[in-house]
């Protein structure tokens, strides 16, 4: 299994000198979203993680919650699932997948003949305390969907929500304010992404990439969360 490139991005704080004054407001909404959202699971003693499972047995490979979670009216959809241990380069609990719907946003034509499958954004890693601790990109292969590029993920991403009944409130919270908080880096991993794309490409055709079981993880890139807030909180 080939070993995911690990993608050093700028921290919060870094891209926070060059941001405008609005920036700096919706990045600071962002996280005042995210940490609501912890607080009010907090306050039920729970933690993402815990809520994403509720008090179901934990299984390998199952979708948590079992038919996913979709919002409608934002084209967006996630699920939550772990792999065995011995598959990860990196210690995780668990991860999110995250999805759009290509063609409803317009990004992918219509076909009256069937309902394209959701096209991945991203992944984010999860430790067992309830935290992301990084963000990674996923071969073809893995989710099956529609291969978005970088121009169509910026847009996927400006688009990407979850308001609606379906799953957790908090955890629906949680995830559409940290990809408004971590837009910049989720696209650097996405540029990344795209790099080791091309280069896997240059001797093989790049459907045969796509299929290669061999190639699951394609670039992987930390974060931490508290420092990130910590660092935007010394910038209001």
């Known amino acids: 299994m080939r070993l995911p490139v690990l993608l050093k991005t700028k921290l919060l704080d870094h891209r926070m000198q060059s941001a405008s004054t609005s920036q700096k407001k919706q990045y600071w909404n962002a996280a005042t979203q995210l940490v609501t959202s912890l607080q009010n699971l907090s306050q039920r003693g729970r933690q993402v993680v815990q809520e994403i499972v509720g008090d179901n047995t934990f299984v390998e490979w199952e979708h948590y919650p079992e038919n996913d979670v979709r919002d409608l009216k934002h084209a967006s ?19 999110f997948h995250l999805f759009v719907h290509a063609q409803e946003l317009g990004l992918r034509p219509a076909n009256a003949r069937y309902d394209e499958a959701p096209a991945h954004v991203i992944a984010v890693s999860m430790n067992a305390q309830g935290l992301p601790t990084a963000f990674f990109a996923v071969n073809r292969w893995v989710t099956k969907g529609p291969w978005l590029s970088y121009e169509a993920c910026e847009i996927a991403l400006d688009h990407f929500a979850l308001k609606g009944r379906q799953g957790s409130r908090d955890i629906n919270r949680f995830l559409t304010a940290l990809v ?4 910049s880096q989720i696209l650097d991993v996405i540029k990344e992404r795209d790099r080791v794309m091309q280069k896997l ?25 508290m420092d990130d807030i910590e660092a935007l909180e010394n910038f209001i």
């Open 201 to 225: 490409s240059q001797e093989r055709d790049r459907r045969t990439v796509f299929a290669d079981r061999n190639i699951e993880l394609l670039c992987y890139a930390p974060i931490a969360l």
């Open 77 to 95: 959809q996630y699920f939550y699932h772990a792999h065995t241990g011995l598959q990860r380069s990196f210690a995780e609990h668990g991860h």
């Open 180 to 183: 408004q908080l971590y837009r």
